[in-house]
């Protein structure tokens, strides 16, 4: 039976959207490392949702990437975890999203010798506000023959599913970066290390980037950053 444990990061969370995160989390995985970038510490309501759930207090924002190592660091070293599953605050997984980032796992490590060491395992995006998936993601990566999974070069960082063979091998986050191009870092340096990221098209993640889009001149459409990122 493997041990799962969620690093979640946190930075002046909507605290009911983070329950609701965490209330599905609770359920898909055995515990939960909450390692919190605010300056004020991680609400009793959160904390008492369960005996599952740790914090770590970093006091100020540290960025994503060293918040997220401060976590696979806890998660493996001391939680004794099989896997990590990094999960943002805003980002809400499927009811089977877990179960299913595991099959894909389990049912590609008898392949290890054809098609590399499983890194990573990752779900499809869909915006949890308008329910779209994310087609152009969609679109991307590699078949991998006789599955219905595909290889990919990078993918996001929540909802990615990371083993400890990985761990051992990689470490952690670029602790160097601060929010953009950690997810793909990560991925670019488990593939020189001779490991593949996977994508399971039926794993999904409610996840929300933004304030959504724009038209410009009334034909370019273009992503709209949160005024916090």
């Given at each position: 039976m493997y041990k799962i444990v969620t690093v979640l990061v946190t930075y002046n969370p909507d605290v009911v959207v983070l329950k609701k995160n965490i209330?599905?989390?609770?359920?898909?995985t055995d515990s939960i490392v909450i390692c919190n970038n605010s300056s004020g510490s991680v609400s009793d309501e959160i904390l008492s949702l369960s005996e599952r759930i740790f914090a770590i207090e970093f006091g100020t924002n540290i960025g994503i990437a060293a918040a997220q190592s401060a976590g696979m660091?806890?998660?493996?070293?001391?939680l004794n975890a099989?896997?990590?599953?990094?999960?943002?605050?805003?980002?809400?997984?499927?009811?089977?999203?877990?179960?299913l980032l595991l099959e894909t796992y389990n049912n590609l490590k008898p392949m290890e010798t054809k098609i590399g060491s499983i890194g990573l395992v990752g779900p499809l995006d869909y915006d949890r506000i308008t329910l779209q998936k994310n087609d152009k993601r969609a679109r991307q990566g590699t078949n991998i023959p006789n599955t219905s999974y595909k290889e990919i070069a990078y993918t996001l960082s929540s909802g990615s599913l990371i083993s400890k063979q990985a761990y051992d091998v990689v470490g952690g986050m670029d602790d160097n970066l601060f929010i953009d191009a950690v997810d793909y870092e990560y991925c670019w340096r488990l593939k020189a290390n001779g490991f593949i990221c996977v994508r399971n098209d039926?794993?999904?993640?409610?996840?929300?980037l933004g304030d959504g889009r724009m038209k410009i001149l009334s034909f370019l459409s273009v992503g709209v950053p949160s005024p916090l990122r």
């Amino acid at each position: 039976m493997y041990k799962i444990v969620t690093v979640l990061v946190t930075y002046n969370p909507d605290v009911v959207v983070l329950k609701k995160n965490i209330e599905s989390l609770l359920l898909q995985t055995d515990s939960i490392v909450i390692c919190n970038n605010s300056s004020g510490s991680v609400s009793d309501e959160i904390l008492s949702l369960s005996e599952r759930i740790f914090a770590i207090e970093f006091g100020t924002n540290i960025g994503i990437a060293a918040a997220q190592s401060a976590g696979m660091q806890k998660a493996f070293e001391h939680l004794n975890a099989d896997f990590v599953l990094q999960m943002d605050q805003d980002s809400i997984p499927n009811s089977n999203m877990v179960s299913l980032l595991l099959e894909t796992y389990n049912n590609l490590k008898p392949m290890e010798t054809k098609i590399g060491s499983i890194g990573l395992v990752g779900p499809l995006d869909y915006d949890r506000i308008t329910l779209q998936k994310n087609d152009k993601r969609a679109r991307q990566g590699t078949n991998i023959p006789n599955t219905s999974y595909k290889e990919i070069a990078y993918t996001l960082s929540s909802g990615s599913l990371i083993s400890k063979q990985a761990y051992d091998v990689v470490g952690g986050m670029d602790d160097n970066l601060f929010i953009d191009a950690v997810d793909y870092e990560y991925c670019w340096r488990l593939k020189a290390n001779g490991f593949i990221c996977v994508r399971n098209d039926l794993a999904m993640i409610g996840h929300r980037l933004g304030d959504g889009r724009m038209k410009i001149l009334s034909f370019l459409s273009v992503g709209v950053p949160s005024p916090l990122r």
